[in-house]
């Protein structure tokens, strides 16, 4: 017998996710996702999320609350009976009575190798901290911040030049594969649950957009890593003088390059800047307004010249 899934998320990331499950056969009574929201040049036009479109697509029952804390939404979510409910960057707290509802309880898909990384932001602030690996895990939800013991792992490299873009790509086809795979245990009653270390614990903070301007005077190492996981968003920026007038530019990637001279200022043109200690090239550059470029395309247009400095 297929298991009674309730699925929760809603981004682009949990998307695979929900179709894996789908696609094993699994019977997905519904789907929760965050309401639509306000979008569009104006603001005006409600969208609902990538999690709806794709529920919908897929002839999925689809439930939009914006909370989980009452008592009507607890016994509505109650009386679907469901076996087990699969979360995935659902964004909205878990209350205790709908964590225990489910038969077999609620499967969390985490990207991060906990107990490293809980919290909000786990792919960004991995790349941020200079990580070398991080991977998915499907894990048992409990009351804490992604404090539940850990079923199955799968690992992944991160490059030294992977962008916190493309680490969300690759990691949410692994968790998809993962979870379909954790599922399949759970239905053979052969999913082991290991309790997560308690030394090592960091938390993954909500990206704050005060911390996504680059400091300069940083080593080109921090600046880096700061700049890649940004990247795509919600960016890392600085402001530079472009015919006389102040432009706010937001920096896609960049790489360690060899240089030193003055935090901020253009050492070639190459577009290697110089930080608090070494220096980076820029590689893809985006000016307000406009669409990502490669660098040596925008110096071009920029007409940027050794001397001149980044603030």
């Not at 036009?45 to 697509?57: F, G, H, I």
């Amino acid at each position: 017998m297929p298991l009674r899934v309730i699925f929760m998320g809603t981004p682009e990331f949990s998307v695979p996710t929900l179709r894996a499950i789908a696609e094993a056969g699994h019977e997905i009574e519904t789907v929760y996702t965050q309401p639509p929201r306000a979008a569009g040049r104006r603001g005006l036009e409600l969208t609902p999320s990538p999690v709806q479109r794709e529920a919908e697509r897929l002839g999925l029952e689809v439930r939009t609350p914006v909370s989980l804390k009452s008592e009507a939404e607890q016994q509505a979510f109650r009386a679907l009976r469901a076996d087990v409910a699969v979360v995935v960057a659902y964004g909205l707290l878990l209350p205790k009575p709908i964590l225990e509802a489910p038969r077999l309880g609620c499967l969390n898909g985490h990207a991060s190798l906990l107990p490293r990384w809980r919290g909000a932001a786990p792919i960004q602030r991995a790349i941020m901290a200079g990580d070398t690996e991080t991977g998915m895990m499907a894990m048992r939800m409990e009351e804490g911040l992604d404090t539940g013991p850990v079923a199955m792992v799968e690992k992944c490299v991160i490059g030294p030049d992977m962008t916190a873009g493309e680490l969300h790509d690759r990691l949410m086809h692994i968790g998809a594969a993962l979870m379909a795979e954790a599922l399949a245990r759970l239905k053979r009653d052969a999913l082991t649950f290991t309790a997560q270390a308690t030394e090592g614990v960091t938390y993954a903070k909500k990206i704050d957009k005060a911390e996504t301007r680059v400091d300069w005077t940083r080593p080109a190492v921090e600046v880096h890593n700061h700049i890649r996981g940004l990247s795509p968003f919600p960016g890392a920026w600085c402001e530079i003088e472009i015919g006389g007038r102040l432009e706010r530019l937001k920096l896609l990637r960049s790489t360690l390059s060899q240089g030193a001279g003055e935090p901020g200022g253009i050492l070639d043109d190459r577009l290697t800047v110089a930080c608090g200690s070494g220096a980076i090239r820029l590689v893809e550059v985006q000016r307000a307004g406009g669409r990502p470029i490669a660098a040596q395309e925008f110096l071009r247009g920029a007409k940027l010249e050794k001397g001149m400095k980044f603030s």
